[in-house]
T-cell receptor, first 114, second 115 residues
Framework: DSGVTQTPKHLITATGQRVTLRCSPRSGDLSVYWYQQSLDQGLQFLIQYYNGEERAKGNILERFSAQQFPDLHSELNLSSLELGDSALYFC?????????????FGDGTRLSIL | AQKVTQAQTEISVVEKEDVTLDCVYETRDTTYYLFWYKQPPSGELVFLIRRNSFDEQNEISGRYSWNFQKSTSSFNFTITASQVVDSAVYFCALSEAYNNNDMRFGAGTRLTVKP
C-alpha cells in the first residue's frame, strides 16, 4: 500500500460528459502528480502541483484541468470526454516534488468512455 | 528532452530462470535520476529503486539487482531465480535535476514467469 488514495477506482461515462478524479497524497507529501496510461501512449505525465500551486505541466489537454486544495488532496477534471480519453489515470505524490525523489503511485482510476 | 527506451516489449521465462530487463536512456543533463517501477496485474505502480547519476555502484536487494553503466547509458534490472509473482510490467524512468517538467517513463517490459 503506497499510501496514495484515488477515487473512484472505476468510472464509466459517455462522450461529451465531464468527470472528476480525486487523489489524496501520502501523509506528509506536498507534491501531487497526475499521469495518464493508455495502450498506445504509455505513461504520460499530465501535471504536477506542489503545496497548492501548479509546478509543471506535461501533455495535458485543454479539456483537462486540475487543482490541489489546501488539505493537499487533488482533483483532475476531464471535460468534453472523447473515446480516446479512455485510460488509466494515476495520481502520485512525493515529499517536496524534487526530481530526485521517487513518486509513490495510487492504484489508479480506470476511465471508460462509451 | 530526456528519453527512455525499453526495447524488450515482452519476455517470457520459466520459474527459477534469471532474467534481465534492459533500459537505455538519453539525457543532456549531467545530474539525473533513474528509477524502476513494477506494475503487477492488479494495476498499481510500485516503486523499486532510485539511482542518481553520480552513483554507479550496482545494487542488490534480495533476488533483484541493478546494473548502472553511464558509459552505455544503461540501467538494467536483473531478477535472479524468477518466481511467478514477479510477473508484471516493469518500467524504467528518468528525471533530470534541472528539468522540473516530468519523470519520463519507458514503454515498459511485460515479464511473464511460467511455473
Amino acid at each position: 500500500d503506497s499510501g496514495v488514495t484515488q477515487t473512484p477506482k472505476h468510472l464509466i461515462t459517455a462522450t461529451g460528459q465531464r468527470v472528476t478524479l480525486r487523489c489524496s497524497p501520502r501523509s506528509g507529501d506536498l507534491s501531487v502528480y497526475w499521469y495518464q496510461q493508455s495502450l498506445d501512449q504509455g505513461l504520460q505525465f499530465l501535471i504536477q502541483y506542489y503545496n497548492g500551486e501548479e509546478r509543471a505541466k506535461g501533455n495535458i489537454l485543454e479539456r483537462f484541468s486540475a487543482q490541489q486544495f489546501p488539505d493537499l488532496h487533488s482533483e483532475l477534471n476531464l471535460s468534453s470526454l472523447e473515446l480516446g480519453d479512455s485510460a488509466l489515470y494515476f495520481c502520485a505524490s512525493s515529499v517536496t516534488g524534487r526530481t530526485d525523489q521517487p513518486q509513490h503511485f495510487g492504484d489508479g482510476t480506470r476511465l471508460s468512455i462509451l | 528532452a530526456q528519453k527512455v527506451t525499453q526495447a524488450q516489449t515482452e519476455i517470457s521465462v520459466v520459474e527459477k530462470e534469471d532474467v534481465t530487463l534492459d533500459c537505455v536512456y538519453e539525457t543532456r543533463d549531467t545530474t539525473y535520476y533513474l528509477f524502476w517501477y513494477k506494475q503487477p496485474p492488479s494495476g498499481e505502480l510500485v516503486f523499486l529503486i532510485r539511482r542518481n547519476s553520480f552513483d554507479e555502484q550496482n545494487e542488490i536487494s534480495g533476488r533483484y539487482s541493478w546494473n548502472f553503466q553511464k558509459s552505455t547509458s544503461s540501467f538494467n534490472f536483473t531478477i535472479t531465480a524468477s518466481q511467478v509473482v514477479d510477473s508484471a510490467v516493469y518500467f524504467c524512468a528518468l528525471s533530470e535535476a534541472y528539468n522540473n517538467n516530468d519523470m519520463r517513463f519507458g514503454a515498459g517490459t511485460r515479464l511473464t514467469v511460467k511455473p
